[in-house]
């Protein structure tokens, strides 16, 4: 069913059969599980989702579940655009009490508390499951689901809500705003940010189709999506140097007079269109990453990766089991040393202990951050660099 308006006429884009768990670092395991997958669009509105939700409390096991926000160059770039964005929706800020859905590590939510004066902070993510506490800078910690934490909701008097790449995480938007919309006081502003299925398809990014992210969201489908809440979009951005190929992000209230809008909406043949050009740039993907995996795998001489990437095993998965092939990957974080994937037959060296002559072939194995790695390889080393049809 689909997660913007509940339609059951889905039809199948993109076929994923035993496709990787991505984010699954830990002993290798040949039998790790893989799952059946499907990218899906939904013929009635246009919107892009997964057919299959993999069990989340396998997938988002806190003893394997890997991400976790990164305290980064790139992540505080990141944030600084979210930052800019609040500003020009005007805030109050002196009368905020904001929670943030789906906090990591907190990185976000210490951010923004840092340079807002809200009335008060509180993040809710499962998470924190049996840490309920106020953290050291005033946040106070709800470890639950936030279909869970409507009493939580109601006693903290929330009037702000933001998400950081949490709705493409849930199986489905419209039931989860739904609900928020019930509870909480009919003035609240919502911000959320998620991936961009413009920017994505425009870096043919599909290997940032994975398994933890069910849904795809385009301007046409957040704005299907609030119109069916009976909500007011006051403003859309989107973040090129984003997540995933890159990001959008949006900020909407509760429409008081439903009548005042034109209804969004796709026509069929908009649809079709849609349905029949993301065939085209998928198979432009498919077809350009199975041509790297086979000149990876067949050039002779020590191959090595750059950038053990949360979604390698997708990468891996695309290139026909190429990245195998490496003799190990280069990473420039030291708690990465010495480890591996459950997924993947690949060892990860930290850059200072790695083994490197003028010989090593290197491949970027981060397109989250590609053009950083290509820099660093062609400053540090003077070694031959094999890259994919990343932008």
Same mark, same amino acid.
């Given at each position: 069913?689909?997660?913007?308006?509940?339609?059951?006429?889905?039809?199948?884009?993109?076929?994923?059969?035993?496709?990787?768990?991505?984010?699954?670092?830990?002993?290798?395991?040949?039998?790790?599980?893989?799952?059946?997958?499907?990218?899906?669009?939904?013929?009635?509105?246009?919107?892009?989702?997964?057919?299959?939700?993999?069990?989340?409390?396998?997938?988002?096991?806190?003893?394997?579940?890997?991400?976790?926000?990164?305290?980064?160059?790139? *992540?505080?770039?990141? @944030? =600084?655009?979210?930052?800019?964005? /609040?500003?020009?929706? #005007? $805030?109050?800020? &002196?009368?905020?009490?904001?929670?943030?859905?789906?906090?990591?590590?907190?990185?976000?939510?210490?951010?923004?508390?840092?340079?807002?004066?809200?009335?008060?902070?509180?993040?809710?993510?499962?998470?924190?499951?049996?840490?309920?506490?106020?953290?050291?800078?005033?946040?106070?910690?709800?470890?639950?689901?936030?279909?869970?934490?409507?009493?939580?909701?109601?006693?903290?008097?929330?009037?702000?809500?933001?998400?950081?790449?949490?709705?493409?995480?849930?199986?489905?938007?419209?039931?989860?705003?739904?609900?928020?919309?019930?509870?909480?006081?009919?003035? *609240?502003?919502?911000? @959320? =940010?998620?991936?961009?299925?413009? /920017?994505?398809?425009? #870096? $043919?990014?599909? &290997?940032?189709?994975?398994?933890?992210?069910?849904?795809?969201?385009?301007?046409?489908?957040?704005?299907?999506?609030?119109?069916?809440?009976?909500?007011?979009?006051?403003?859309?951005?989107?973040?090129?140097?984003?997540?995933?190929?890159?990001?959008?992000?949006?900020?909407?209230?509760?429409?008081?007079?439903?009548?005042?809008?034109?209804?969004?909406?796709?026509?069929?043949?908009?649809?079709?269109?849609?349905?029949?050009?993301?065939?085209?740039?998928?198979?432009?993907?498919?077809?350009?990453?199975?041509?790297?995996?086979?000149?990876?795998?067949?050039?002779?001489?020590?191959?090595?990766?750059?950038?053990?990437?949360?979604? /390698?095993?997708?990468? #891996?998965?695309?290139?026909?089991?190429?990245?195998?092939?490496?003799?190990?990957?280069?990473?420039?974080?030291?708690?990465?040393?010495?480890?591996?994937?459950?997924?993947?037959?690949?060892?990860?060296?930290?850059?200072?202990?790695?083994?490197?002559?003028?010989?090593?072939?290197?491949?970027?194995?981060?397109?989250?951050?590609?053009?950083?790695?290509?820099?660093?390889?062609?400053?540090?080393?003077?070694?031959?660099?094999?890259?994919?049809?990343?932008?």
């Amino acid at each position: 069913m689909c997660g913007i308006d509940s339609s059951t006429y889905l039809d199948t884009v993109w076929k994923l059969p035993n496709f990787p768990i991505t984010e699954a670092y830990g002993e290798y395991d040949a039998n790790y599980p893989k799952f059946d997958q499907e990218l899906m669009i939904c013929m009635s509105c246009g919107h892009i989702q997964l057919k299959n939700q993999v069990d989340p409390n396998f997938l988002y096991n806190i003893d394997y579940y890997a991400f976790r926000t990164q305290n980064n160059y790139k *992540t505080k770039k990141e @944030f =600084e655009f979210i930052q800019a964005f /609040l500003r020009k929706i #005007n $805030l109050d800020s &002196d009368q905020i009490r904001a929670m943030e859905i789906g906090a990591s590590n907190l990185e976000l939510a210490k951010f923004l508390n840092q340079r807002n004066s809200f009335k008060s902070f509180a993040v809710c993510d499962p998470l924190f499951l049996n840490q309920e506490k106020i953290d050291e800078s005033g946040i106070e910690v709800i470890g639950k689901l936030i279909e869970n934490a409507e009493e939580d909701i109601k006693r903290l008097e929330i009037n702000f809500v933001i998400g950081r790449h949490v709705l493409e995480h849930v199986l489905n938007p419209q039931s989860l705003l739904e609900n928020l919309l019930r509870n909480i006081d009919p003035t *609240t502003i919502f911000v @959320f =940010e998620v991936p961009s299925l413009e /920017l994505l398809r425009r #870096n $043919l990014r599909f &290997d940032a189709v994975f398994h933890q992210h069910c849904q795809y969201f385009d301007e046409a489908s957040v704005k299907i999506l609030l119109q069916n809440l009976g909500c007011e979009l006051l403003l859309m951005e989107l973040n090129k140097e984003g997540s995933n190929g890159g990001s959008m992000i949006f900020a909407f209230k509760k429409q008081y007079n439903k009548n005042t809008n034109i209804l969004e909406h796709n026509s069929i043949g908009s649809i079709e269109k849609k349905f029949s050009e993301l065939k085209i740039e998928i198979e432009i993907f498919t077809s350009a990453f199975k041509v790297l995996g086979d000149f990876i795998k067949y050039l002779p001489g020590r191959k090595a990766g750059y950038g053990a990437a949360h979604m /390698l095993a997708t990468l #891996n998965y695309h290139m026909g089991g190429a990245i195998e092939v490496l003799d190990f990957i280069i990473d420039d974080d030291e708690l990465k040393n010495n480890m591996s994937y459950r997924n993947i037959d690949i060892d990860i060296v930290h850059s200072d202990e790695a083994r490197i002559d003028e010989n090593v072939i290197f491949v970027p194995t981060s397109y989250e951050n590609h053009r950083g790695l290509l820099k660093k390889l062609t400053e540090k080393y003077p070694n031959r660099i094999i890259s994919g049809p990343i932008f």
